[in-house]
């Protein structure tokens, strides 16, 4: 078994570095290897996977990565860490399983990703992105086949959110257009340096088709948009201006099956695919 970094390590590289974690870029490390592995054992991967990574910054997930699957893209915004993971991967002779990219992960695609192909999401995102970036990856990476990613833990609530729920938005929706997608368990502040002040949790993806529909993704994500914008409201009102009147969203509602009297929060992904078709 491979040695992990640890929180000593850790400390020693981020001094070697002159490193302190920003709040900007959402710098939270891991320094727990029990945590790390729980990870890769959630995630389910198998010898052939190939992984992208966002925000590996010390590279505690990645060096556990690479013990389970065949390569690791790691996509890192920081140069600073960007430089250094290779050197941390080699000292452990694996230099020739892993991919640094030095980008941001809200604008890269696979022209980006030095001629790999992921199959499988895993990362440790940075909190003030995680949403952003996993529908991204989700829609410019369609060989991404599984996820399991670390967000806080609001955020793997509504993501993993059902219709009726509470907390179920536009993350839930969105992510449930190309995704199954479930809490996979909770993880505590005390794994990560610098504790953050809110919990954490694992969400698990695992890729499907989006549903049946005439209309574009981005028709869907318009009405979906719309519809939360004004969550009290019913969506004959809150799709009166995607739709150009309150009359003619009742019309679209009507069509697509929908009572005009319901809120978004109540619908699910092929219910606004079916609204999005019905459109005037």
Not at 92 to 104: E, F, N, P, Y
Not at 110 to 138: C, E, K, M
């Amino acid at each position: 078994m491979m040695r992990l970094l640890g929180p000593a390590e850790i400390r020693i590289l981020a001094d070697k570095l002159n490193l302190r974690p920003t709040k900007k870029l959402g710098q939270n490390f891991v320094i727990d290897a029990g945590t790390v592995r729980r990870i890769v054992r959630v995630a389910s991967l198998s010898p052939d996977d190939v992984i992208i990574e966002v925000g590996p910054g010390l590279g505690s997930l990645t060096l556990a990565l690479l013990e389970s699957a065949a390569h690791v893209v790691a996509v890192e915004i920081d140069p600073v860490l960007a430089a250094q993971l290779p050197v941390t991967v080699a000292d452990r002779g694996l230099s020739a399983r892993l991919t640094v990219v030095g980008a941001d992960a809200m604008r890269i695609g696979p022209s980006d990703l030095q001629g790999r192909v992921p199959t499988a999401l895993v990362a440790n995102l940075p909190y003030n992105v995680a949403v952003p970036v996993v529908l991204h990856l989700l829609e410019a990476l369609p060989s991404l086949r599984k996820g399991l990613v670390m967000v806080q833990s609001e955020v793997a609530d509504r993501l993993a959110a059902a219709p009726g729920s509470k907390v179920y938005g536009i993350p839930s929706v969105k992510a449930a257009w190309y995704a199954d997608v479930r809490r996979a368990g909770p993880v505590g502040r005390s794994v990560f340096w610098p504790a953050p002040n809110v919990d954490s949790g694992l969400v698990s993806l695992v890729r499907r088709d989006p549903p049946e529909t005439s209309a574009s993704r981005e028709e869907v994500f318009a009405v979906i948009d719309a519809a939360f914008a004004q969550r009290r409201k019913t969506l004959r009102a809150a799709l009166a201006s995607w739709a150009g009147t309150p009359v003619l969203a009742e019309t679209a509602l009507r069509a697509a099956g929908v009572d005009p009297s319901t809120r978004g929060e109540q619908l699910d992904v092929t219910a606004f695919a079916r609204i999005a078709e019905a459109k005037p």
